[in-house]
């Protein structure tokens, strides 16, 4: 079960950080609106953000809770592991309509920033296991997630992002710092904007330069409807 705490990151938080945290508790007034879903039932209702988007400037971030937890696939991992790189932390769970939308997002994102610094890491919430692996497997996410059925870790960053926002995703700087939030289901264009300026700042190359997912398989597909075209066909040949 993840745990969260308060310790040697948030020693350094210094009088800016209330200001910076009354802030943030306005802005999300605003924010927080969205449609209502439930979890199974009973009390556990959430909200559907409006995809709204919040970069913090480096002299305005804040260190992030220490988390700490066991993946779906039964790992310990926390967020100390990823210190020297951009973290992207996402909130999910099966049950959650905009979290599977935005999947292949969070997907194509992955893998074009993998060379740059940046790694993922998921927060599965409110969830049954059996479930969460499923979506897992079903939609090939290609990173691992904290199993966080209690939604603890949300509780953790709830000055930040509301803890009943789901999806919901916060990026950390390489000194696990919020970087940056997105209250809801997060765009491709979005999400790469706000990693591009990190990439940069941190020295972690040019952003530019990645590899182009949707680029790819266009070229891939163009290539498969060729050789479909000449099948059977020897150069030369119409084939009659």
């Known amino acids: ?26 802005v999300l007034t605003g924010c927080a609106g969205g449609n209502e879903i439930e979890a199974g039932g009973g009390d556990d209702r959430f909200i559907s953000g409006d995809g709204s988007a919040t970069a913090f400037a480096a002299g305005d971030r804040v260190d992030a809770p220490e988390v700490a937890g066991t993946t779906l696939e039964g790992d310990e991992v926390s967020l100390d592991d990823h210190e020297g790189e951009i973290l992207v932390l996402n909130v999910w769970a099966s049950w ?70 789901i999806p919901s995703t916060l990026v950390l700087d390489p000194e696990g710092r919020i970087a ?19 990439v940069v700042e941190y020295g972690f190359g040019d952003p530019e330069e990645r590899p182009r997912v949707a680029e790819q398989e266009a070229e891939e597909a163009a290539a498969a409807e060729e050789s479909e075209g000449t099948d059977g066909k020897p150069s030369g040949e119409d084939g009659s």
Do not use: W
């Not at 969260?4 to 910076?20: D, K, M, Y």
């Not at 209250?183 to 999400?191: E, R, S, V």
């Open 96 to 165: 959650c309509g905009p979290c599977r939308s935005e999947q292949p997002v969070l997907d194509e994102v992955h893998t074009e920033y993998s060379g740059l610094g940046v790694d993922f890491l998921g927060v599965n919430i409110k969830d049954d296991e059996t479930a969460a692996l499923a979506y897992q497997d079903n939609m090939g996410v290609p990173y691992p997630s904290l199993y966080d059925q209690p939604g603890e870790v949300p509780q953790a960053f709830r000055d930040t992002v509301p803890p009943r926002a």
């Open 180 to 198: 940056a939030r997105v209250i809801g289901a997060t765009t491709y264009g979005q999400l790469t904007g706000l990693l591009d300026d990190l």
């Open 1 to 26: 079960m993840p745990s969260a705490s308060t310790g040697p990151r948030c020693s350094r938080v210094t009088a800016r950080l209330a200001a910076a945290a009354a802030a943030a508790v306005l």
